[in-house]
């Protein structure tokens, strides 16, 4: 009995510094994300066979309920509840979990995120200075962001270190939870404690890569689909004087466009698109309208062919701004009034690819030349935060230090050093 007795002291002082009890130990805390609804999704990952913990929206009981159940690659299940965006106390397993602003004033972008083990292109995991994102979200997380969007990219060690590479010696790969828990959950821990998400899907996470962590795990839609899909249905998240329209580019083709599946993409669009309110932004991976980098690649190429086809003729005129990442660096691209800004922010674990084509005024996109452009490859993450007349923006790098400022109002995107 002195031993039950001690037992229930120990839980009740870990519960009040915040901490997981027993078999959570070594499991990520709860976190809360924008659903496709438009409500808080309140998740948190269980052992399999273990209970859906408690959850509590400003005292009122939320139903948590299993996504999917655990099999061979994922031993964990995640559980999920809804709660109204205005809640204002929301607990998970009697953890303090993030609640939205009334008014979001201050964004946290990051993207493409992971380690990179593919083939010969290899990072070294274990190495902080190599792969910074812990560094990363721990940087962004001090800076109280009232939302946190994740441009898409999460899970990129998709083949085994090699032999005699102690930088990353001992790392997992696959689509499985152990590679989802190094290359997300861990680093981002602090993060994730620190407001609501957006999550946006990358390519890695489309159907022949990490589409099944993905969908366990982040996929803001509020059930897990049978089968995988090339393409979610876009949603708009209307947040405190914000509104995001959330296109899934995962599957979009980059360098040609397949007829076959361009009918699906202008019809999401084209729904996304209907009843948007003035200053609306799209979050999506793939650019609309960005040079392509890296080597190897053609001076003239750009991205995403299939975003760019799936655009035209549609009624844009609603959005001022494309957030995206994919290109692995930091990237501006102001059109004019005649086409919404975008901006790339890609520099968040990987920078495998060279900042070779300079982002510069004059460079034709899609029948439309840049007039104001900048571009730098550094690790970092940006900061938006809102001003009387749009909103500024800063590029941080891993000490903190600024790396470059942008004003953003209306389609008028300026960047620079």
């Not at 109204?84 to 993030?98: G, H, K, N, Q």
């Not at 940087?139 to 083949?159: F, M, N, Q, T, W």
């Not at 361009?262 to 309110?277: I, Q, T």
Request: with cysteine; hydrophobic share 45%.
């Amino acid at each position: 009995m002195r031993n039950l007795w001690r037992l229930a002291a120990a839980a009740g002082l870990l519960l009040s510094f915040g901490l997981r009890p027993g078999y959570a130990a070594d499991l990520p805390d709860p976190w809360v994300e924008l659903d496709a609804d438009g409500v808080l999704a309140l998740r948190v990952v269980v052992p399999a066979g273990a209970k859906c913990p408690a959850a509590l929206a400003d005292g009122v009981a939320v139903a948590m309920q299993p996504r999917t159940s655990a099999d061979s690659r994922f031993s964990i299940v995640v559980c999920e509840g809804h709660a109204p965006p205005a809640s204002a106390r929301l607990t998970v397993d009697d953890i303090a979990v993030p609640s939205l602003a009334p008014q979001i004033q201050r964004i946290a972008v990051i993207g493409d995120t992971g380690c990179r083990l593919k083939g010969r292109v290899v990072q070294d995991c274990n190495d902080p200075l190599s792969w910074p994102f812990s560094t990363v979200a721990r940087r962004a997380a001090a800076r109280k962001p009232d939302l946190v969007i994740h441009v898409g990219d999460y899970h990129y060690r998709e083949s085994a270190c090699p032999a005699g590479r102690p930088g990353c010696a001992g790392t997992p790969f696959g689509d499985n939870w152990p590679v989802w828990k190094l290359d997300f959950f861990d680093p981002a821990a602090p993060l994730l404690a620190a407001a609501p998400w957006v999550f946006a899907r990358g390519n890695h996470e489309d159907c022949h890569r990490a589409a099944s962590g993905w969908f366990r795990l982040l996929d803001p839609h509020p059930a897990m689909p049978a089968a995988c899909p090339d393409l979610t249905e876009p949603f708009a998240l209307r947040l405190g004087g914000l509104t995001l329209l959330m296109f899934d580019s995962a599957a979009a083709d980059d360098d040609a466009v397949q007829p076959a599946s361009l009918p699906a993409y202008s019809g999401a669009l084209s729904r996304l698109l209907a009843g948007a309110p003035p200053q609306s932004w799209i979050v999506t991976h793939r650019p609309f309208w960005a040079l392509n980098q890296g080597l190897g690649i053609p001076f003239s190429r750009t991205v995403n062919a299939t975003e760019q086809a799936a655009s035209r003729g549609q009624p844009l005129a609603a959005v001022d701004l494309v957030l995206s990442g994919h290109v692995h660096d930091f990237a501006s691209y102001g059109f004019g009034p005649e086409r919404p800004a975008q901006l790339v922010v890609g520099d968040g674990g990987d920078l495998t690819d060279a900042l070779l084509q300079p982002v510069v005024p004059g460079r034709v996109i899609d029948g439309m030349p840049i007039v104001k452009g900048f571009g730098l490859q550094r690790f970092g993450y940006f900061i938006f935060e809102r001003a009387e007349d749009g909103w500024s923006g800063t590029l941080f790098g891993l000490d903190d230090a600024v790396l470059a400022q942008c004003r953003l109002r209306g389609r008028d995107l300026d960047c620079g050093q």
